[in-house]
């Protein structure tokens, strides 16, 4: 049989003893070892295995303080490429006493909740290293300390210096410098920002971090994963020897997703490998330092659905998984220059940004430049090319691949259908009723000209964009007919009561600016050509008009034309 997909394992030990499969990834620790950094911050975006990675490392350093549970640990890394690296990287595995704790969880709406989590987290790891309190390492007084932090008694001033007071507690029992792994530190930052608390929630993980690894004897090195690079000033503070590894950077840069023959291997593995044209457009694009990088969330999923059936479509799959708020929050405040700049990525152009080594949340919509390089860092952009100009590092920056636009594209059509539920469009109904194409054709730019367009898929935009509109009223009922492909009209908008307007319209893309006129007659034409009305007339509708509708980027033309009942059937 073969090994099962890891979707959602993210525990090191786990994936090698229940027999999944493993991506090898233990080289990160060799180059961990040689460039000798004493606090990493690696950031990346989510679900590109940074939490897996530090599990990893916590069963490859951790001295358990039981030698059969060391033993039983080093069996995990048999046959992994960290095995034959040498006797000088072997040799360090099973040393150390471990600190692993994650943020990932503190996603609350108030930041009493939310510290509350992170005093959970605090506490569990206390737990998992108990038996200090059994140690003569320890005196009286720091095991009652202990037991406050375990028990979640202690004041806010002790949590905030828990880890470093764990560490010291570690180092005195075992002898050795104590390894601090924290995963996913942003994500409380995050969401403070976009719950209103940033300042309170900063203040937390700056003492908690400075305490840890700034003025700490018993540290060995620390590792620190995140999303985002906030800036030294605003968490960091006097940590002058972080080393912050971004995906700009070219060392480490295969550790954290999947390279392109790993992507290979795993679909040649579950012999679907005849779909890897579509894995390429939808789940690769991303470039971390010279790497190519997939994003392996993505990959895994895909490829479960691939087993299932060869003719799996694929599907966006980080949009579940991936808060997205960045980029709903962008979209609701976009001025017509923003607008235009999205506009171009979705057409699968690149922009030129000035890369921004450190940012805040709070700086995070201080300008543009801001706000594209949030989005670079957290995976909804990536670097096409680099240029120094001026003293100053650019990127080249482009949309990923098929997967990452259609997040885009979906919280754009959203957005839309949101804002237009703001707007009275009583006077394009009024329009229709009384047969204005140009009033119509006014309205539908001036609306046209407000949003955000994306013309790979012009004819499913412009068919939303509609739609969208033409739901707004509760006198009359829209029907999508697009998507049955059965020979009908584009949308059929009709009353409620029988004796009421019903109304065929059809849409038509132009090539060019020049065509408008010609393609919505063209629409018209078409409706009475295939007969559109006749549905309608066998449901009781008598009044019907027609409405061809053809567009070009921001701007449309309306045609109309109305025929009573005898000269249906056409």
């Known amino acids: 049989m073969k090994k099962a997909m890891p979707i959602g394992v993210d525990n090191f030990e786990k994936l090698m003893t229940e027999g999944y499969y493993y991506v090898d990834k233990t080289m990160f620790i060799k180059e961990l070892l040689d460039l000798k950094g004493e606090v990493n911050l690696f950031t990346r975006p989510r679900r590109f295995g940074k939490t897996l990675n530090l599990s990893m490392l916590r069963c490859f350093f951790e001295d358990t303080g039981d030698d059969g549970k060391n033993a039983e640990k080093k069996n995990l890394f048999e046959g992994l490429r960290i095995m034959s690296a040498g006797e000088e990287y072997v040799g360090q595995m099973g040393k150390y006493p471990v600190i692993n704790v994650t943020l990932k969880s503190a996603k609350q709406d108030s930041f009493e909740s939310a510290y509350y989590k992170i005093k959970e987290e605090i506490a569990r790891e206390f737990k998992?290293?108990?038996?200090?309190?059994?140690s003569e390492a320890l005196s009286e007084a720091d095991k009652q300390m202990f037991q406050d932090i375990m028990d979640r008694n202690a004041s806010y001033d002790v949590y905030s210096g828990a880890l470093k007071f764990l560490s010291e507690c570690l180092c005195a029992a075992m002898h050795q410098p104590v390894i601090i792994l924290i995963d996913e530190y942003d994500v409380p930052l995050e969401n403070a920002y976009f719950s209103g608390f940033y300042d309170k929630m900063a203040g937390l993980i700056r003492s908690l971090f400075e305490s840890a690894l700034k003025t700490n004897s018993c540290l060995k090195f620390a590792v620190i994963t995140g999303c985002l690079r906030i800036s030294r000033e605003s968490i960091f503070t006097g940590l002058n020897h972080l080393n912050i590894i971004s995906v700009l950077n070219r060392n480490y840069s295969e550790h954290f997703g999947f390279t392109e023959p790993e992507v290979r291997r795993a679909m040649e593995y579950y012999g679907v490998e005849k779909r890897f044209d579509d894995m390429k457009?939808?789940?690769?694009?991303?470039?971390?330092?010279?790497?190519?990088?997939?994003?392996?969330?993505?990959?895994?999923?895909?490829?479960?659905?691939?087993?299932?059936?060869?003719?799996?479509?694929?599907?966006?799959?980080?949009?579940?998984?991936?808060?997205?708020?960045?980029?709903?929050?962008?979209?609701?405040?976009?001025?017509?220059?923003?607008?235009?700049?999205?506009?171009?990525?979705?057409?699968?152009?690149?922009?030129?940004?000035?890369?921004?080594?450190?940012?805040?949340?709070?700086?995070?919509?201080?300008?543009?430049?801001?706000?594209?390089?949030?989005?670079?860092?957290?995976?909804?952009?990536?670097?096409?090319?680099?240029?120094?100009?001026?003293?100053?590092?650019?990127?080249?920056?482009?949309?990923?691949?098929?997967?990452?636009?259609?997040?885009?594209?979906?919280?754009?059509?959203?957005?839309?259908?949101?804002?237009?539920?703001?707007?009275?469009?009583?006077?394009?109904?009024?329009?229709?009723?009384?047969?204005?194409?140009?009033?119509?054709?006014?309205?539908?730019?001036?609306?046209?000209?407000?949003?955000?367009?994306?013309?790979?898929?012009?004819?499913?935009?412009y068919h939303g964009f509609l739609a969208g509109i033409l739901s707004q009223s509760d006198r009359y009922l829209v029907k999508s007919n697009r998507e049955s492909g059965n020979g009908r009209s584009d949308l059929t908008v009709k009353s409620l009561s029988l004796r009421g307007k019903a109304f065929i319209v059809e849409v038509k893309v132009s090539e060019s600016i020049d065509d408008l006129e010609k393609d919505a007659e063209a629409a018209v034409k078409q409706i009475y050509d295939k007969g559109y009305m006749e549905e309608l007339r066998i449901e009781g509708y008598r009044d019907i008009a027609c409405y061809g509708i053809a567009f070009y980027r921001k701007d449309c033309e309306v045609r109309g034309e109305e025929k009573d009942e005898r000269a249906v059937g056409h």
């Open 128 to 134: 998992r290293h108990d038996s200090l309190l059994g």
């Open 281 to 461: 457009e939808w789940y690769d694009g991303y470039r971390f330092g010279d790497t190519e990088v997939y994003n392996p969330w993505s990959v895994l999923k895909f490829m479960y659905d691939l087993d299932a059936s060869i003719s799996a479509f694929p599907r966006p799959y980080w949009v579940n998984t991936s808060s997205n708020e960045i980029i709903k929050d962008m979209i609701s405040r976009a001025d017509r220059e923003m607008r235009g700049q999205i506009e171009t990525l979705l057409e699968g152009n690149t922009m030129d940004i000035p890369i921004q080594e450190e940012v805040t949340y709070e700086d995070m919509y201080a300008n543009g430049d801001n706000l594209w390089n949030v989005l670079y860092y957290t995976g909804y952009l990536t670097k096409e090319e680099e240029y120094f100009k001026e003293s100053t590092v650019f990127l080249k920056v482009r949309i990923p691949n098929t997967e990452v636009k259609t997040i885009y594209q979906n919280t754009i059509l959203n957005w839309f259908r949101e804002n237009i539920k703001k707007r009275d469009f009583r006077d394009l109904y009024q329009a229709m009723e009384s047969g204005d194409a140009g009033k119509m054709r006014e309205i539908l730019s001036e609306q046209l000209l407000s949003t955000i367009s994306f013309y790979d898929s012009a004819e499913n935009f």
